[in-house]
């Protein structure tokens, strides 16, 4: 009996973003994450940490020189380059009414976090209350952990915009 042929996924224009991460294990995982999906990686300033902090490098092992990252000074500088580049800004709360399985993702969207502390600020949350997103879990536990739910929420947008070549 042989085993099916996994296919490998091919190039795609999503991109995750995390507002001023706190902890650099976290963004370690989730660029480790990025790298491994070929998917761009942003930073909001303010960082909990700094780019050479060991923990972040650690997290990351070698993974790091091949991750495609950009830095933002702040989220002001953030939201307008998004603009620019175009997609949907999709941001991912524990507050959010809509459902990451009632989300329909495309090719170009963004998947926005906040810091592992306070979530996505609620004035940016204000400006785009339908674009908030909750990832299902049991409704007395409070949130995931932040690389963790950045994982989940990639997946399942890279199996939504590859579905065409993937089978489930």
Not at 44 to 67: C, E, H, I, Q
Not at 129 to 149: F, G, H, K, T, Y
Request: aromatic share 8%.
């Amino acid at each position: 009996m042989t085993s099916p042929t996994v296919p490998n996924l091919r190039p795609h224009r999503l991109k995750l973003a995390l507002l001023a991460p706190q902890i650099a294990p976290n963004t370690g995982n989730i660029a480790r994450a990025c790298v491994a999906t070929g998917t761009e990686l942003h930073l909001v300033r303010p960082l909990g940490f700094v780019l050479s902090d060991k923990n972040l490098r650690r997290s990351a092992m070698d993974y790091w020189p091949r991750l495609r990252l950009t830095v933002h000074d702040d989220s002001t500088a953030f939201f307008d380059s998004a603009r620019q580049v175009g997609g949907t800004s999709w941001l991912f709360s524990s507050t959010g009414s809509r459902s990451l399985w009632q989300t329909k993702f495309a090719d170009g969207d963004w998947l926005i976090f906040g810091s592992e502390t306070s979530g996505i600020a609620p004035n940016i949350l204000a400006e785009h209350p339908d674009r908030i997103v909750r990832i299902p879990q049991m409704p007395a536990e409070r949130c995931l952990n932040l690389s963790a739910a950045a994982s989940i929420a990639l997946f399942e947008a890279l199996r939504q915009v590859q579905s065409d070549t993937m089978s489930l």
